[in-house]
């Protein structure tokens, strides 16, 4: 199997658990990996390459608001809702930008904790 190298500068930490986020406008949006630059979210419908978004994150203490744009989009599937309605599911990527110094900082220490907690115990 050929070796998968990362392509990123920083390491995501991926989410298991999916935890729910917000985007402005957005429905249904999943945090599915975070990092100090950017993170890679689930949601119904798309977004448009390069918009500007805040994607609101649920940091320990408070939820946290990070300035982002969107990098990537990828169309995954469909979801069925209550009534037959089907919504578009998608992917895409955000990165980080122009955080405050206190934005940066907190988002540092959330990574940094869940990088420690997802560590398996010897």
Same mark, same amino acid.
């Given at each position: ?12 930490? *991926? =989410?298991?658990?999916?935890? %729910?986020?917000? /985007?402005?406008?957005?429905? @249904?949006?999943?945090? +599915?990996?975070?990092? &100090? ?10 977004? *448009? =390459?390069?918009?500007?978004? %805040?994607?609101? /994150?649920?940091?320990?203490? @408070?939820?946290?608001? +990070?300035?982002?744009? &969107? ?52």
């Amino acid at each position: 199997m050929p070796d998968e190298r990362e392509r990123r500068a920083v390491p995501r930490i *991926r =989410l298991a658990n999916r935890p %729910a986020a917000r /985007v402005r406008g957005v429905q @249904e949006v999943r945090l +599915l990996d975070l990092s &100090v630059t950017g993170a890679q979210i689930e949601h119904l419908a798309t977004l *448009r =390459l390069g918009a500007a978004c %805040a994607l609101e /994150v649920p940091l320990p203490g @408070e939820a946290c608001a +990070l300035p982002a744009h &969107v990098v990537w989009c990828t169309i995954i599937g469909r979801k069925r809702k209550l009534g037959g309605d089907s919504h578009l599911v998608a992917r895409s990527g955000l990165r980080f930008t122009n955080l405050s110094s206190t934005q940066h900082a907190t988002l540092a220490d959330t990574v940094q904790f869940l990088a420690t907690a997802m560590q398996p115990i010897a």
